[in-house]
């Protein structure tokens, strides 16, 4: 698997971003790529349309063998449009639905099932096969790209990041107090962080970014400026 990969990641540029939740690595993997006009591989919204699947199935999430059938079954589709990327699960849009604050609570446990990242790891390399892709998730730069052209671990503190879900979620309509979503953050980050299966953590050669002071523009430039850096490093063959 990893030589293939490693044959087909010669065909484009590979730009991996990692870090815990709403440290903004989603909302500028998105704009970093449309500015580059590359595509935006949302790994975390492949998982959140699983673990929607398992909601509307109802399945308990100590069921691993019934949840890991499920995503061997299930049809996850990324596609592109002109306001981001659309998640279609089994061919229905649920682009709103997997942002909800459940999901938000449910996804941490469905990610950690073996068969699960085992089935989601092959369909994102399938997807990055082409490259000129921005990979973003929680385990882009250590197991699913290892060989990625350059990788980002994006972190801003807790308090910002609840404020940034806050705000993504009261366009949605949807109120939580910053309190609660400060817990509901950190219990994720630490659940990943310490699962068995890809846990979350900063690739050895990724360069770290503290987001907490940084708008969304800093952000985009910084990364932008850091890719073509490297694609030029690349291109003069040092």
Same mark, same amino acid.
């Given at each position: 698997m990893e030589k293939n990969m490693e044959? /087909? =990641? =010669? +065909? %484009?540029?590979?730009?991996?971003?990692? %870090?815990?939740?709403?440290? %903004? =690595?989603s909302t500028t993997a998105r704009m970093v790529a449309h500015r580059l006009g590359w595509l935006y591989l949302d790994t975390g919204a492949m998982y959140r349309a699983l673990t929607l699947k398992v909601l509307q199935e109802k399945i308990p999430l100590d069921n691993t063998k019934e949840i890991g059938h499920l995503a061997e079954t299930t049809k996850i589709d990324l596609i592109p449009s002109d306001k981001g990327t659309k998640v279609l699960m089994d061919g229905e849009d649920v682009s709103m639905d997997i942002r909800l604050p459940q999901v938000d609570k449910t996804v941490g446990p469905v990610c950690e099932v073996s068969t699960v990242r085992k089935v989601m790891v092959a369909s994102q390399r399938k997807l990055g096969e082409k490259g000129n892709i921005v990979a973003e998730g929680r385990d882009m730069g250590t197991v699913v790209f290892p060989d990625a052209d350059i990788k980002f671990f994006m972190v801003a503190s807790l308090k910002e990041s609840a404020k940034r879900r806050q705000k993504d979620l009261a366009q949605q309509g949807i109120n939580v107090s910053v309190e609660d979503l400060m817990y509901e953050i950190e219990r994720r980050d630490q659940r990943d962080s310490n699962r068995e299966n890809s846990p979350l953590k900063k690739a050895k050669d990724a360069l770290l970014i503290d987001t907490t002071k940084m /708008?969304? &523009? &800093?952000?985009?430039?910084? @990364? @932008?400026?850091?890719?073509? +850096? =490297?694609? &030029?490093?690349k291109n003069e063959g040092l």
């Open positions: 044959k /087909n =990641k =010669k +065909q %484009g540029f590979i730009v991996t971003i990692d %870090g815990p939740a709403a440290s %903004g =690595k /708008n969304i &523009e &800093e952000q985009i430039t910084f @990364v @932008v400026d850091k890719i073509q +850096q =490297k694609r &030029e490093y």
